[in-house]
């Protein structure tokens, strides 16, 4: 019997994936071009001139607004560009909506980033999300084959006791509480493996916007669809500390 198996695993997508990190390309830290986006972490002085250009340049800026115009106007494009060590491609129609916003002195769109590894800029699956997702589809398993009433996920108060009653035990009992699973990280081979999409919270039943906030669209940043055994990850299960005992005694009688 062992302690701990730790099982390599590979992952595909099947659809577009966009796990949220708090993070986003602020407006200061990309530029657009045809239907696509190039990010750069700042404004690097080495891209002008010289210092002096580059504060000259600011100080004519005068307003956020007008800031907002030297990083989007088609002046500095090309220089902003060059900050740039990567692009995005984007869904068509998103630049047009960007310029749209800068004529009319709105503020420009904030993209929000999916989870990423620091060190290498590349997208990763975070374990605790694919812990989470196999959670929720070991729940609805379960609720099905109990006849579970649906609308009971509705009642957050019961939230703790439903899933204890599902899972048949406890924090301390939960049987995932034996199962880990480490960030997954993406093959180095895969090539633009990003995108650009736009999103908009709808009901179900008549495709409407579930709120006037929600009726503005959000443009996250996804992984895309598709991608075969892209991100590579571990799986550990460990063995239940009570069976391991139990065989631990029995070998010492």
Not at 59 to 85: C, D, P, R, V, Y
Not at 162 to 176: N, V
Not at 220 to 231: H, W
Request: hydrophobic fraction near 35%; proline fraction near 6%.
């Amino acid at each position: 019997m062992e302690f701990m198996q730790i099982k390599p695993i590979t992952i595909s997508t099947l659809s577009p994936v966009h796990i949220g990190c708090g993070i986003d390309y602020e407006p200061t830290n990309y530029v657009m071009d045809g239907d696509c986006l190039y990010p750069f972490p700042w404004i690097d002085e080495a891209a002008f001139a010289t210092e002096e250009q580059l504060r000259n340049l600011l100080a004519q800026a005068g307003s956020i607004q007008g800031l907002w115009h030297i990083f989007h106007s088609e002046t500095h494009l090309n220089t902003m560009k060059s900050l740039a060590g990567r692009f995005l491609p984007m869904k068509s129609g998103i630049k047009k909506q960007q310029d749209q916003r800068i004529q009319q002195m709105q503020f420009p769109l904030i993209i929000e980033r999916t989870a990423f590894d620091p060190i290498s800029d590349l997208p990763i699956l975070p374990g605790t999300g694919l812990k989470g997702a196999i959670r929720t589809a070991l729940l609805e398993y379960l609720a099905r084959e109990q006849n579970f009433p649906e609308a009971s996920y509705v009642f957050k108060n019961k939230n703790t006791q439903i899933q204890e009653r599902l899972m048949g035990g406890s924090f301390a009992s939960d049987p995932l509480r034996l199962l880990k699973i480490s960030d997954a990280m993406l093959d180095a081979n895969c090539s633009e493996p990003t995108r650009i999409l736009s999103k908009q919270s709808r009901h179900r039943k008549d495709n409407s916007a579930t709120s006037v906030r929600d009726a503005t669209q959000n443009f996250p940043e996804c992984i895309e669809p598709f991608m075969a055994e892209a991100f590579r990850s571990e799986l550990t299960i460990l063995e239940n500390r009570n069976t391991w005992l139990e065989a631990d005694q029995k070998r010492q009688i």
